[in-house]
Structures are given as C-alpha cells and as structure tokens.
C-alpha cells in the first residue's frame, strides 16, 4: 500500500520538497522497493503468534512497519508500529494483547518520508454490520479518483492510503450481506491487490483479476492460511495448497469455505518482478521455484553476452542465484568478491568531507583476496538508477579488478510501475533516458549488457514473449501496462486536499 | 470527550470487565474528573508555543493526553500524545514539527482504561473543502444516536470519541461555505461543547446554547485567543476580553472576526461545578473569580451549619480556598492539618495485606501537630462515593484529633452528569442512595453537612434558586437536566458496533 | 551528595563552564536544594516495595534520582535510575528484580548538569569481605582530600561522590570484623552524614557526630526502620521509635541491635535549615514538628516586623506554615493570592522576545481576585539570590497590589553551606553582598524583613542563641561552622584529576 | 571481555540457576562466540564518528554493546550503550557528545544473562596520574586470581569484567612514568589481549606475547588508527600499515609513535580460531586473506574426504566460503540450498507444542527446488554442540534431500578455550564426549567428516602441524593449551565474593 501514486506526476508544493528529497536519497540507494506483505489465519486457537511468524518470514516485502489484527469473539484488538516484526510482535506481552483464533497481518516496505502510524496497516473501521479489517499489498490504479469521489460525498479520510478506499467502499454499498458489500467494493476499484480481510465471522482473502499480486493457501492443523509468499507458509511447517486464482475472492468461517468470482475471466497476467526481485528465493510463486528462475536468468545472460573473465562476483544478496546460475553455465568460478555487512541499520553519521570522498562502505566491502588482478563479472538483479552500480564498479576497481563487466539479470527499466512497486519516475530511470553505452560509461564498467526481454521469457520456460498476449506484467520493461492508469490521466485536478497533514508518529 | 455515555447502561460483554474494573478502582478515588480544556489562537508567529503554555496552564482540566495541531499556509500539522503537556510541548523539536502561525490544542483528563492514541484531540480529518481540525471540551447527549445513524449511512468511525461525530456532520453537509456546514453540524448536535476549530483560513470557536461549558476570548500581540479558562491567558500575559457567548459562533480569519449566533436565545445555564471544583482558583469564570466564590461557599456553610471545634482543616488542595472563607467568616483558625504529597504519579503496588491494612497513605498525610487532641472540622469541595472521606476521616482520628465534623462546600450529588463530567451512575453516588445520617456513620464522621442549594447559589451573589429559571447548570444536586438526553433514552438498541477495537498506543 | 565542594572554589577550565551555567541558571531559580533522603528496612518479606513508598515520602529530599539495593540472601541487587521515585519504583517489575528482605534506599536532588546513572545511589562496592551498599545524605567537609590521597595510593574511583571514598575506606581497612573497618572509616571522615549501609548480614544506620543531618528510627511489623524523616515511617503506618543520636551507629541483623558510639560525646548541632525549608511540615525532627516551627517563625515575624496591611500572602508551598502563623499572630487574613501550577515539569521553550517580557508565569500565578487593591504582606520561607523574590513582587503589582511587603521567615543567608546544601558562593548570595536598603530595592518591595537570628532561636522554644554554643548548625546566618573545613583550606592544589568523564546517562 | 572463567567450573548457588539456563539455551545456538573488537585513533578531528564507523565493521565481532570513550583535551566522554553500534552511534547527537580528536571504542559480543552496563567497556578511572580508559578483546587466564588479590588488599571492584582488574594493577604500580605503570600490569597478567586504551595524551596498543588476540595499524590522514581486524579499516578507506606485533606496547602522542618490546620474544600462537570463524572475509588476518583461507579448508576437506553428491550446500552464512572452495575443488556444484533470514533479531514466543513440533525456522529456510531428490554435501565451518547441525539436517531430510553428508571445515573441538571465545565447557562439546560415528547417528547425517588437524595446517600454507612447536593457538582441538591456566588450577577457593550484584541496565 503506498500513497495514492498520482502524488509524484504533479508538480510538488513547497512543503512538499523536504519528502522528495527524502525520496530522492533513499532511491539513490537504487533499490527497488517491494510494497508489502500479508498473511491471515482462521480458526487457530494462538492465531497472532503464528501470524507473527508468518509476518516475519514475509519481513522482506517491507520493513517500515507491522500489524496484527485478531478477533476474540468479542472485541478485536490491533497493535500496529514502526519498526521490523521482529521488534514488537516476538514479545509475549504484545502477542497476549491480541487474543482470539482469527488474525490478519501486515508488513509494510520501508520509506523515509511519509511514515506515519495511521498509515499502518491492517486498517480498521466499524462499519454498519460490524468491525472490519484489511491488510493489502498492492496499489490501486483508480485509488485517488475513487477518493476524491468519497471525500466529495463526505466520507472521511484518516490514513493516506488508498487501502481506506477500499474499507469506505465497504461502508458504503447498500447491498445487504456483507461479502456482497465486499464483491461491490472490488468491482470498484483496479490495479493490484492481494487483501486479507477479517469481519467478527470470517477471514477473506482477495486477489486482484490479473494476478499481479500473489496469495497463496496454506493449511496448518486443518486451518485456512493466506499469506504473499510460500516461504510464510514453510517457518510454521504449514502445508502449501494452492496459489489463490486471479480474480478469486475466497471467504472461511465457521461453516467452511466459500469461493466468489466475481470478474469476467481473463489470461493472468502475474507481475515479473516477483521473480526478478521481491520473492524471496525459497518461494514457489505461481509454481515456479524462485531461486531456480534466478539462475536461469543468469544462465540465460551467459548464453546472450559471456565475456572472457577470471571470476563471476554477485552483488549481494540479490545477485547471488543469478551469478551461481552464471558460473555453472558458463564455467568460470563464482567469488564471493563483495562482502556485505548485515548489521546496516540506520545511517551513520558521516565524517569530514575529507573522509567521505574516501568513499565510506557501510554495507558493501571488497573482498580484495578474490578480486585483485582478476577480470570479473559482476552480477546483480536488476538496474533502477545506477548509482549503486557506479560505486560498486569503482570499488572493485579500487580493490584490483583488471577488467569490471557488470551484467543485469534482467532488461532495462524504461517504464514506471503503478502497481505497488516503488520506483522513481521515468526521469530517475537510467535506462529510459541514457543508451546501453552511455549507461556503460556511467557505470565505469569495461562492457554493460541486460537479458534480453525474450531471454527473461525464455528463462522462464516460456517462448519468446507474446506481444498479444504477454504472460506477464512486464509494463517496466515494454511500457504494456495490464489496466487502466485511471488516476494517471486525470492528474489535472489540483489536490490540495490529500496529505495535508504531517504527524511524528 | 468521553466514551459515548450510553456504554455504561448495557450489560458489559465480557471483554469489558476489565475495564470497568478500572474504570471503578479510578473512581474510588472519589474525585471529579474534568472532561477537558481547550485553547486557539490565530495570526502569531509562535501559535504552537503560545499554545502549549496555554495547555499547560489548563493541565488541571486533563492529564492524560495533549494535542495540537497548527497550519502553516501549506500543509497541518499534529502532534497529539499521551502524558502532561510539559512531557511533551516543552521540547524545542516538537515545537519546531509544529510550524504556523494558527493552532488549536486540548488536554484530556486522566482514565484508566480506554486511553488510545487516537482519541487524542484535537482531530483532524481531510474534508473536501480541505483539513479541519477540533477540539472538544463538554459532552453531547446525542453522540451516540448521531453515531448508530452515521456509521448506518456508511460513515467510518476512527475514534470511540462523540468529537468525531461533529467531524463527520461537517463533512456530510452539503452546505456551500465551510461556516454554514459548520452551523449546520452544531445544529445537530446537543449537549454541552466549548469547541475550538482550525480550518486551513480560519480559527472558529463555539460554545454550547446554554452556555454549560466555559471558553473565554482573549489578545495577545492583537491576535486573538480562546482559552477554556483565564488562567491560560494569564500565563502568557494576554489581556482577557470577555466570554464567547452562550450559542455563539466566532471566526477568525485573515479579514478580521466574524460572528454567529445560529441558536434562537435561551437563558443561560452554566455548570456550576466549574466553581466547585473545575475551574483553578485564580480563574474568572462568568465574570466571577473562583476563589472568591470557594470563599464564599466556605463562608456560607459557616453560617449554615457552624459547631465548636479548635481549627479549621481543608482537604487540600481542593477545599482549602472554602476552608479560609470558613475560618475568616467564623473566626476558628485555619489549620494545614493535611499534607499532599505532590510527587504522586503512577500507582504503587502495595506490600502485603498486613500492612496495606495499615493504610499507606500516597496522597495525603495528617499533621498530627496540628491535629492532636483537637476539635476539627475538615472542608472538601464535594463528596461522590465517600470512600477517600472516609479515609480521612479515619486518617484524622488516627492522629489524635478528638472529634472530626465533615463539612462539604456544595450539596449532595445525587444524579449523573451527561454533559462531560466523569460521575458514577446513582448507584455510585453516596448521596444518592444514603440518608444524612447514613452517610455520617459511613464517613465516620461527628457531624456531616452540606452546603445547601439556595446557600451555594446566595454564595454566587444570586437570590434563592429559581426551579422554574435556574441560573446554572446544577442537575447533579437537582436532577434538572438544561438540555434533551436522547442517548439516554435509546439505550435499548444492543450497541455492539461500537469500542470494538482495543487499540494500545 | 554531591560533587566534591572544593570544585567551585577553583577556576573552573573552559570545559567547565557549560555546566557552571546551567548550574546558575537552575540557582536563578532561588531555591535550596536538598541534598538527599535515605531509607533502609531489616527483615522484612517486602522490603523493596516498602522501601520504594518511604522513598516516596521523601521524594522532597531529591527529585533527580532513586535507587534500591536488596539482598537476598544469596546475591544483592540494584535498581538506580534517574527521575522520581514513582517513575520507577511504582511499578511491579522492577520490585520483582529486588527480591530480599533488607533494603536500602536513597532519593537524590535534582541539579542540571553532572547528573550521571554512575553517581546515584545506594553506592555498591564487593569488598574482601562481600558485599557493600551505602546511601548518603550529607557532605563530607575533607572528601576531597581523602579522594586525593585515596587516588595517590591507587584507588579507582567511579562515580564523582565524596559517598565513595566511604566505601574505599572500609574497602582498605586492615580491621577484623566489618564494623571496626566501617567504624574506622567514619573516623576518617568529617562533615554532615546519614548513612545506611547494607552488608550481606546487617543493616547498618550511622549520624555524624554533631547530628547535623536527620535520621530516625522506626519501627514495622517488629522490623527496624531507619529514615530520613518521619514522614517516612508515617507513610507505611510505621511506628516512630526516637531519633538516632549524633555519633550513633546501630547495627541490625538476625542476633538483634548493636549500638556502637565511637565519638567522644559533643552537644548536637542539627541543622536548623530542616526546620526551615527541607523537612516537610508533618515530619518531627528533633522532636518538634516541623510545622508548628514554620508557623511560630511567622509569629515570631509578625512580632519583630509587622506593618498594617490587609492580607497576609504566602510564596507557595515553602511560606504557607509561615504565613499562617504570621495571620494568627498579627490578625490580618491569610489569602491564596499566588496559584501554585504543581504540575510544572521540564523548562519549556519560551515564544519570542516580545511574550516572554510579558513574563510567562509556568510555577506561580498571581490571584489577582485576592490580591487587587490590597496592601499584601508576602512570606516566603528564605531569600537565596533574589530573583524569584524580585519576579513575584512585580506580578503582585501587576496584578493590583497596592503595597507588597516582603518578610523573610529566616535571617539574611550570608554564608555557603558545607553539608550538603546547594547554596551558591558567597558573590551569589543577595544577603552576603548587598544592605538590607539595597535588597528592598532590588526586589521592588515597599518595605523588606528577615527574621532575627535570636528570634529564630525563640521561635525554636529556646533562649537567645548563645554564641558560645549554638544550639543549632547555623552557620549560614552566623559564619560558625561546626566542623573543620578541610577542603576549603587545601584548595590550592590542581584538581585536573576528577571529574574528568562526562558520560550521559 | 567475559565473567571470570573459572566461574563455570564451580557448582552454581542457587541464585545462578537462571542464568545458567539461559546460557545453555543461548548456546543450543550452537554459535561460536566472539569475545569483542577493539578500535582507536589519534589526532583525527573526527575521532568519534571514525570510531563509531570502525565499530560497525567489527560488528560481527560483538552485538551485545558497544561504547566509545574521547579525550577533548580537557575532559574525557564516555558512551556506552547495549545493543549494535548503529543503533546509538550512528546519531549526531551521540557523536556530539564525544568531542576530541582522540578515542578508543569496543563491541561486546552477545549474551543473555550477565549482560550489564557496567560492564560495557571502554572502561574508564581516574587515576592518579588522569583518566584512564580501556577496551580489551580477549580473556586473562590469571584474571581472578589477581582479581581476588586485589580486592584481598583493598581494592573496590565495579565490573564483572576482568579487564577492570587491568586498570586496578595500573593504579596501584608505583612506577613513575604512565607507561611503566602500564607495562607493569601487563607483566602481571596472562592470557589472550588486544588491548586499546586512553589518556589524556596517548593512544596506546598492546597484543599479548603470543599474539592470540589479533590487533593491526592502519592510517587515516596521517593519524594512526588500531583495530582488531583490517575490515574496519576498509569501511572509512584507511591504509593498513601492517599487524601490532606479538607482545608489543605502541604508544602514539603528539610527539610521535613509541613502541615497546617488554616480553622475552617467543614463537607466535595467533588463534586459529579468527581465520574458522570469527574475522570478516574480507579481512587479512596475519598476512592471510581469510577468504582464501576457508577456501582452501573447504578445498582440503574435498581432498580429504569427498563422497559422489549432486550439489554442494553452505550454511549460511559462516559456511559459505569453504563450500565455495569445496566445490571449486570437486567441480560438484555450489547451490543456496538454505536460505537464511537476516531479519532475525529477538527470540519470539512459539506458539503451541503441536506447531512447535514442526519446527519453527526462524533463520534458516530450505530451499526446496535446490535440494529435493539431490544427494547433498552440508558445509558448515566448525561443530560445537551440534544441535543446530541436527536440525539442519532434518531440515534437508524434510525438504526432500536423498542424501546428507555433513563436512565440518575445522578439526573437531575437544577442549574448552580460554582466551575469549565463548565455549561450553567439555561436557557440552559434542566431539569431546562421542566417537565420529556416535555424532554422525546424533546429528543424522548418511556421512560425517571433519577437516585433520595437519590439513588445516597445509590448507594455511604450512606443513603439518609441529607438535613442538605449533604456529597457531589451536588448544580447542589439540590440548596444547599457549599460557599458564593459572585460575583453573586454582578453582578451591570459595568465590562468595564476586558477581553478586545482579543490575538492570
């Protein structure tokens, strides 16, 4: 969930400046940003610690903050903070303050600016027919439209996410049992989205009409789980039983489960950048092996562009399926030749000006023993804005790498994702302003190649991409974005309105 | 603000009784508990810290949570937490999170159970005329039927407080000018409120047609203040101007000052416990100064009901202003015969049963020299349940004075308030259950009196009381309530939509 | 305890100069500053729980930090941590982390700069003999002689109080049994003291020789008590037993008491700065109340300086016993006409230049209602500097008095303290520098008084004072000091050697 | 820095039973622990925030605490603080407390029970001669027995730790200048240091004679900068000048570098220990790259004892390295056959047994696709208790692993150590107590197989280990134990007297 993403296409007010710097800093980090994970149980008598649990093994979809919700019988109870789940909800205290069999949870990616309490999910409100939680990974691509449309009928916003769309769609519709108000709210709105929701009766588990996002099913002592990742199901020891279809809204309670689908059917369109990037490598997503998709990937790079080098060396720890699957394709050996420091927490501060130029590693370090007088290849995932790549080459340069070829498992961004992926807009993009040799020469590496965009399908088992059809969402790649962009053409409205206010959590 | 009153006339699901327990162990405290306090002010460059000195000087009024919200021509800003005002606003980087140069801010009073970060005032909500801020001192006695009816057309509840009721009215309006949907919400609701407001333009107080909370105007620098008190202009040496009017609406805005007075006239009917007990001594409430008038409670249950005894003793600090009037008026010296401990915060556990029956004694300790051997007569301000009475009494006799007459400076309470005063219902009343005589034995007292009715209101300077025009707000000793009490009559509807969520901050 | 008191004496190094300011800023605030309480118990199943309540009775004593150290039988324990006692110890965590049946405690005061978590107390050390707790009130007139020739033979001091040059001169001993070590080090020592001591067997209480520092015994449950003040024992609803005699050292453990006085016998010399402001007005100190002492300062007052005026006004809270004594004495009726705000916390930020010479009143406001058009006697119990003195007369007159006469109900302060009292030097007390003419003027009040220094010694219920043997440890109205003063006599030493580590808490 | 050694070996009283169950809970973890990382610079403007820098490397060497001590020029600052240095030193306001351009910092490695503020280090006394501060990695083998001494004549002990027994020799030596008295208290004490310490002049460095503890000189802008390994070194781009020799004292001042030689030469017996486990990769430690060093363990034990597998599988992530090198060597392939979650930080609750008996894997995941139906070799770098080896194990096993052989690239540990690491004693040493074929059952493994002592040896580029002479502390694994063990022979003694106050921090 991420504030509605029209925010960055308007020019920003003043008071607006301070975040996008802020923004402007953290993505010079260059990472790419996955925008949230969920997990839900129903009927398990110690729901929030096996919740918990789950929460952690997703903590890589999102580090800023969590959230359990449970429900008692009687009374739910939320505990939502900042901080890693590993901070609030491995404490007996905080997991006792939230009795009951049935439970959604949240993980939330990290930002700098915007991160407030309100913000955390999952969201609650009291509704007509009873309290009412959701938890959401993804993003709304109608969110803002659909809140200006409320706000103008005088429905009242507390969080700055477009997951309260949905929870005033809910109160809204006048249909009369509540999975029907539910179906009307998801009718409503498009984009991207995995919920997990929870009323006084049931868990609901929702998943968006293509797929972007993904939710699977697991089963533990004979209850229902939905969580993002297989690899929530795998810390609990629960059994995996089958992702949720796209378009699939699947309701449990007391009486058993139900399945709703609601929407037309249509060929699934799941986004790419799962496998790229976000899924941690020992998920199966959408039946595919995560980690062995990663070396396929690298596989593939050194079928399209080998080079003749001494070593392969990852950039940790993203790079590293891709670059064994590299060096076991190609033969050369695989180096650890960076070695990264775990403990990176906040940002230091920094010292003299003097000090600084020496460039300080926080989180990378040289392997000098493994990289001295070698020509290498280095390997990492994916390229957003490239100035963690131009560090990483000069420092393995400075370390004594005779020849530095970097090579991306995956083909150039060019396009701005609207999904939930937290991405700078095209003009932060290296590739989509810069030719592979003016990015080689930026980066300060001896040669510069991507997987080829039929390369990355073919890694996957696929033929060559379809363009009438492709099999996934690829838009950052090919600019085929799989819905409308509703709030991105109607940015013309000023929007005053949203965001106004600023509150230390 | 308060929980909807309704709550504690339907039998408490179990979840509750925790709380409620709570809520009974505060209330043998035997103390009135005001609702709140309230403080605005517009066009100074320095609204925030103006206002938390402010705030602070209303701290009398609330101490268990503090909020202010300021705009600064771009965006709002809020900083509500739990705790005193000095824990939080005296800290230059809060201060400086709160830029602008309009502000509105609240303290809230003390409860065990039910605090929540998000029923911290002021609250704010993005409307579609944009931000808007409230704080609440007073009650509605239709926030919950105003409630139940909003939440079934959709509205999402954030807080369980009666404020978010008035936010919402507002926000369904369809008025055309922010002020007339504003009038058009006060038009709604009943009950007692001393509003202040902060809109991105304007700074808008209101108090209640009958007057019943209090909200003064004040200047400093020329920018206007309003204050629940005068305490808190004297504080920052700004000049009092007068009272905001029974039913009157004032706005403030970058043109000057603009009043309302939507409410057809009424005799004015303010509370009198802001002279009893709420309002600080050095206050001017209504044109009269509370000391004075304490003094002349004291004077007047001198006249009423005087016996023979060696000194004066208040129960500090509470009754010590009527027990100088007492002393002065009847000529018996005034006697500091109980010390307060002022040190008192949380509560401490208590050793073994053994000595926990000796009685410690956290609050107060008696002056045995000037206690030993003497006749006294102790003054409190009023009685609710007789229990912290009771033990003073004990705690009198303990240290060796020989008889021990009880003398209230206000009548009996016998009926509940429902306009913002934190009472037990009658069954927790002592004098709403128990004869005279009864009480005494209970209290263990020689000789109990209160003040009378027609004494309290002479004491004010007024003739007898009126039944058919009182001057004052005094249902608590009359049973007179000024204003409708819808809620109270529809408690039959079953209210589990409602408090719901256990929230910890 | 506090830093070694020869450090003012001496040109403070650059590095010193922060904290000189902060320290005079906090003394601008006119007021003595008790120098600590202690607490200790034997044998009883609660002793922390009881321990943390009289703690709290003397929270008076010292705001700036607590501490508890049991022992179990098996191992000691300790809690010490800056802030109230309620902060802390209220809670039942932490009296579960002090298991034991003997306890010491202590209360610390509450100074700006060179408070650090190293020097709270209790004190602990583990000597040959086992372990070793100490808390101290008072001062040592040669610590820092001793610390110097402790530190020459090679001793590591820790914490920056003289309270640890104790524990280093029972910790080098040569004696046999622990008391003749803990006896020889008293010996050793010169100054004001009240300690309790915790060894693994015994409870040790000890008064330096003179008594110049409080400390009585009491009695709960058959269990030895030793305190501070009565206040104390009243609290828990212990017995009060008598005072511990100057030069006293009584001893508790499981065979009974043992009472050792080391000392040749001297005539006492209590400080009458107990009477004057430290003890709290129930406590009994040297067998008379506190209170009534206070009250017949004031009529010892109104006798030696009256004027005709018409009301008498107390500085709250340390002149109201004062102040009512005055009134009974002279006839002229006592009025609240200064408002206490007990709940000032923290120092908080001021708004602009033009607000603050409006003069924010955060601690007193003026009762403008008892005071306008009056001619106003004001008492305050003593006059350090002269600023608050000097602030308070001028709201009086803003807020109306006619005529403000300022009475003191001690004499002129004209010399520094060397037991433990936080006085400024000599050029920082008013009464040392300036005429009795120049103080009236530069506190603005229409005509000033101290109380006499015979007048003092009647009000006490004794004859004039007798300078050959005062009764009382005066010597801060009279030059005569009790003891010898070593450190002040060898301070042309360089003292580069302490206070070195600023460490934060 | 640890608790005295000979602690363990003496029957634990009653009160010590939790902390040694938390203990052995701790290491069911089956961690080797490191004992601490030092760190220092002089003359550098910024000598904090380099420090703090310096720190974050190292830690991996100590997650417990850290703290930093400077020297202004006029007064020494101290902070020290449990947790991870980015967790306080990362912030500007932490670092603008420690001004001065000289300092010494430390990281504590990570326990559950003793862990207190006191024993933090740096540790700091005023000495005679000024401040004095230290940090130490390593143990004394004659720590308590000096320990007692010093306390038998006197000495007051603050600290657990037996570096404080270090600055109590310092004090007491009655040499003349600073550095004898230092050189004299390293001449009394045995066993393993690294030790970094500060005055108000120097920086001084000192390794034990044999050199167990390794300790190097690197540079910064001309300033001289001492640190436990060449990592933190990298992190701020200083030059690595070379290692503190064996027994050498380096003192560096404003007029220069002082090196003394105060032990007879010896053969130097670095531990083995760093180069297995302990140091960064990325580290040269004695001359050798310790990457390449596990490599070519990982390559020797491929020589020594390779089955026919399908892939190579590292624990991650300390066996990493010599799976790298395994597979290199064999040509079977490297696979992220378990994935580990760096998201670890508390323990949380579990919930109920039946979940609990499905194994919860908080940090280590399988990774199916890698391992199902594959026989696999586990590499991990050293077996301590081998209940983690166990689970892992099962966890291959349950993920569908053929078959498991587990390889160990380090001889099998046989002895306790007592020089800093953190080792059960022998009856938790699973190879101490079991025959291979015994630990092969236990841990479940198809086959089992440590690297040869002499194979460690050549994998360091020497011959087989001379048993008369051999090159490396290796006593874990052999017996031959470099130092005097001066307090475990000497463990008849009571030891009442230390450790008996337990302190939150």
Do not use: W
């Not at 449970?70 to 009795?99: M, N, W």
């Not at 990616?109 to 955390?120: H, K």
């Not at 950048?273 to 490598?281: K, L, N, Q």
Request: charged share 25%.
């Amino acid at each position: 969930m991420k504030t509605p993403s029209g925010d960055h296409s308007t020019p920003p007010s003043k008071s607006d400046y301070d975040l996008d710097d802020d923004l402007d800093k953290d993505l010079n980090g260059d990472t790419l940003r996955e925008e949230c994970g969920v997990f839900g149980i129903f009927g398990h008598p110690e729901a929030a610690a096996i919740t918990a649990l789950g929460l952690h093994a997703l903590q890589h979809r999102g580090q800023e903050a969590a959230g359990i919700v449970t429900y008692d019988g009687h009374r739910f109870h939320s505990e939502r903070r900042l901080g890693l789940v590993g901070d609030t909800f491995s404490r007996a205290e905080v997991i006792e303050r939230l009795p009951g069999s049935m439970a959604v949870g949240h993980v939330r990616y990290s930002t700098t600016g915007g991160t407030i309490l309100r913000n955390v999910q999952p969201l609650f409100a009291e509704l007509n027919a009873g309290g009412f939680a959701v938890g959401h990974n993804g993003n709304l691509t109608n969110g803002l439209t659909l809140r200006r449309e409320l706000v103008r009928h005088g429905a009242m916003m507390q969080s700055t996410t477009d997951t309260e769309v949905i929870l005033h769609l809910v109160a809204q519709s006048k249909r009369g049992r509540f999975i029907e108000r539910y179906i009307e709210a998801l009718r409503a709105i498009e984009g991207a989205y995995a919920l997990v929701s929870l009323t006084n009766k049931k868990l609901i588990g929702a998943r968006d009409p293509l797929g972007i996002r993904p939710l699977v099913l697991g089963e533990l002592d004979n209850c229902p789980i939905l969580a993002s990742e297989t690899c929530a199901l795998d810390i609990i020891g629960a059994k995996y039983v089958r992702d949720i279809e796209p378009g699939e809204v699947i309701v449990f309670d007391e009486k058993g489960t139900e399945i709703h689908k609601p929407f037309p059917p249509q060929p699934p369109r799941p986004c790419i950048f799962e496998y790229i990037y976000f899924s941690r490598p020992d998920s199966i997503v959408g039946g595919r092996s995560v980690y062995e998709v990663r070396k396929a990937f690298g596989a593939q790079l050194a079928r399209e562009s080998h080079v003749d080098v001494d070593v392969i060396v990852p950039v940790p720890d993203s790079g590293v399926p891709a670059a064994v699957g590299y060096s076991q394709h190609s033969g050369v050996p695989f180096e650890l030749g960076i070695i990264r420091n775990h403990y990176v927490g906040r940002t230091f501060i920094q010292p003299t000006q003097s000090v600084r130029e020496l460039g300080v590693r926080m989180k990378h370090a040289p392997n000098r023993a493994a990289i001295e007088g070698k020509r290498i290849i280095l390997i990492d995932d994916s390229l957003v804005r490239g100035t963690t790549s131009k560090k990483i080459v000069r420092m393995m340069r400075d370390a004594g790498a005779k020849e530095v070829h970097f090579r991306l498992a995956s083909p150039p961004i060019v396009n701005p994702d609207y999904y939930g992926i937290d991405l700078p807009d095209r003009g932060g993009l290296l590739a989509a302003t810069h030719t592979l040799e003016e990015m080689r020469q930026i980066i300060g590496a001896d040669s510069l190649a991507f997987l080829s965009i039929d390369g990355m399908y073919r890694a996957m088992g696929e033929p060559a991409r379809d363009p009438a059809n492709p099999k996934f969402a690829d838009h950052c790649f090919t600019g085929a974005y799989p819905t409308h962009l509703t709030d991105q053409t109607q940015v013309e409205q000023p929007q005053h309105q949203l965001s106004l206010l600023a509150e230390a959590s």
